[in-house]
């Protein structure tokens, strides 16, 4: 079956084309992003009212390059899956809308997806990986743990109680004037710099091991910027020293969460994934339990539609397919 995804939940639009035969297994055929970066820099974050009037001019032709790239034509699809959220909802509605206009006019099935199904299956993508497993899902926007059982079974085991990880690094880079978005600088910087020379606390949520909290990484950090030592202290070593905090207190409750689930096999994925010392890391905290850890490439770490199509595939396999009235949802749960 050959399936489109499409993606819009917050700044990048997404298009791919897979080639599936049974859920979880698939051929990527395409996978083309329309990156907004260049748009939003300047304001040191996403701008949602941009977001989505840049979705309006990029999916259609997002969308015309990945069915070109994968050597096919729109009418060899069979089915379309798309995120329906959680995301900025202006951003959502442009590629929700496509989907369906596209479902309309081709009598193709269509299914929606929440996109953090998208980011705890992408790992399949590129690996195999029995089930259940157990996936950390790193982002600008998340930062929680899943028990993914099987294909729509999925059980949160914890969660981030104030920023994501991601907003984490985009934050501290910002304070370190290093530009947006700050993840791929700092884990840079970091490899030259020195993780002991800055000491900052690794917050632990009490009575709840496998919650995360990192808005006071993100003071410690604005704190020890103002002080004399701050302003002697190089980016690198401060870099290197958030970095390792961050790191730290993303790896003690994926541990103690894979422990506690019996499971074999961790998957590292979301933004976050693409840090070096996170994948190094968490392998070798992981290799120490005797588990093994999964991450897939960089461009199905980030956002992308290759993720979607595959979430919505076992559902199109099935042959369901969601009533074209559906709308999109913020804050869709999982
Ligand atoms: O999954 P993603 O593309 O979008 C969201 O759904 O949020 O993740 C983007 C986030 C940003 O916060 C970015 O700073 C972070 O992932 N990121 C990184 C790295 N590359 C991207 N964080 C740390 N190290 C990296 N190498
Ligand atoms: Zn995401």
């Known amino acids: 079956m050959l399936i489109l995804g499409i993606e819009s939940s917050c700044d990048d639009a997404a298009a791919s084309v897979i080639e599936t035969t049974r859920p979880g297994k698939a051929t990527v055929r395409s996978s083309a992003v329309a990156n907004q970066d260049d748009i939003h820099r300047a304001y040191g974050g996403v701008v949602p009212e941009l977001a989505s009037r840049n979705h309006v001019i990029t999916i259609v032709p997002v969308i015309e390059r990945a069915v070109a790239e994968a050597g096919c034509r729109l009418a060899d699809i069979e089915g379309i899956a798309v995120t329906r959220g959680p995301g900025l909802v202006g951003s959502l509605l442009v590629g929700l809308m496509c989907a369906k206009g596209l479902a309309q006019a081709t009598g193709l099935p269509m299914v929606s997806v929440n996109h953090i199904e998208g980011h705890l299956l992408a790992p399949l993508l590129e690996h195999e990986i029995a089930m259940p497993y157990l996936a950390l899902v790193v982002s600008g926007g998340h930062t929680a743990l899943f028990a993914v059982d099987d294909f729509g079974r999925y059980r ?127 392998s070798e905290a992981g290799a120490n339990e005797g588990l093994r850890v999964v991450a897939p490439s960089l461009r199905y770490c980030t956002d992308n539609a290759a993720m979607i199509a595959l979430a919505g595939s076992w559902r199109l396999l099935r042959g369901e397919r969601d009533d074209l009235g559906i709308d999109a949802e913020a804050s869709l749960a999982l």
């Open 156 to 282: 949160r085991r914890g969660n981030t109680r104030d920023d994501a990880a991601g907003e984490a690094f985009d934050k501290v880079a910002k304070l370190m004037g290093l530009g947006y978005p700050g993840g791929k600088v700092i884990d840079d910087l970091a490899r030259r710099g020195n993780r002991r020379r800055v000491k900052i606390p690794r917050a632990r949520v009490r009575g709840a091991p496998m919650d995360f909290s990192f808005s006071g990484v993100k003071t410690s950090v604005a704190t020890y910027l103002r002080s004399d030592a701050g302003a002697a202290t190089g980016p690198e070593d401060l870099a290197a020293s958030f970095q390792e905090a961050v790191v730290d207190m993303l790896i003690r409750p994926t541990i103690g969460a894979a422990r506690e689930l019996g499971v074999d096999t961790i998957a590292l994925t979301g933004g976050v994934a693409a840090n070096l010392r996170l994948r190094a890391r968490l």
